[in-house]
């Protein structure tokens, strides 16, 4: 059965630090990955998804298939960013999203 | 706004009840999706429709049931309601299987 992974419940880093939200999935076929943002009492926000390689409030995601992974990265840290991130995988076939248990990023000022 | 709307926003009721919670999809969509989010499970699917048809079930228990009706919009029913249950239920929709999922603000049910 497919598994998402986030590690870390807790990431707090200081304005303007580097961010590394990470996440790795099980998965032997070929997955779609998403990243949501759900700010405090608010809705799950679609973030990421790997197949539009887009860049949203700076973040970005890289599918790395020989590692399984697809981490959330940012280079500069706003105290906007603070919020919950769930890593999300679609598999084949499926129809619902498979999340991790979350992240918590915390932005320090 | 994703245009997902969902109602109430929060309830309150005790053990053994009935409720049911109500989501309208954006416009276009399809396909409505209910999840579970609770502090110990963390965000679990429960059951999926598309254009009316049960697609896909989660982690949904026996004494939990949904509907989508013909205007797309979607009711969960939860019956014999145990403090357990007490957690933030999201609708969410998509155009189909297989896109990216637009989620609603949530119903926060707490069961007392």
């Known amino acids: 059965a497919q598994r998402v992974t986030q590690p870390e419940k807790l990431l707090s880093v200081f304005k303007g630090a580097p961010v590394e939200l990470k996440c790795n999935y099980s998965?032997?076929?070929?997955?779609?990955l998403f990243w949501y943002v759900q700010y405090s009492r608010q809705r799950l926000q679609l973030l990421l998804r790997h197949i539009s390689r887009e860049s949203i409030k700076g973040f970005t995601a890289d599918l790395n298939k020989g590692e399984t992974s697809f981490h959330l990265k940012k280079p500069f840290a706003q105290e906007e960013d603070s919020a919950m991130y769930y890593c999300a995988l679609l598999v084949t076939g499926r129809r619902a999203l498979t999340f991790g248990s979350g992240t918590r990023l915390q932005v320090q000022p | 706004d994703s245009g997902v709307t969902q109602t109430p926003k929060h309830l309150i009721t005790a053990t053994g009840q009935r409720v049911t919670l109500r989501c309208s999809p954006r416009s276009g969509d399809l396909s409505v999706y209910w999840y579970q989010q609770s502090l110990d499970q963390g965000l679990q699917f429960l059951i999926q429709y598309y254009n009316g048809e049960e697609r896909a079930k989660g982690n949904i228990l026996e004494r939990f049931s949904a509907q989508q009706f013909p205007d797309l919009h979607s009711e969960l029913n939860l019956s014999s309601l145990e403090l357990g249950d007490s957690a933030l239920y999201f609708c969410a929709s998509s155009v189909g299987n297989g896109y990216e999922q637009y989620f609603g603000p949530g119903t926060r049910l707490t069961v007392t």
């Open positions: 998965y032997s076929g070929s997955p779609e």
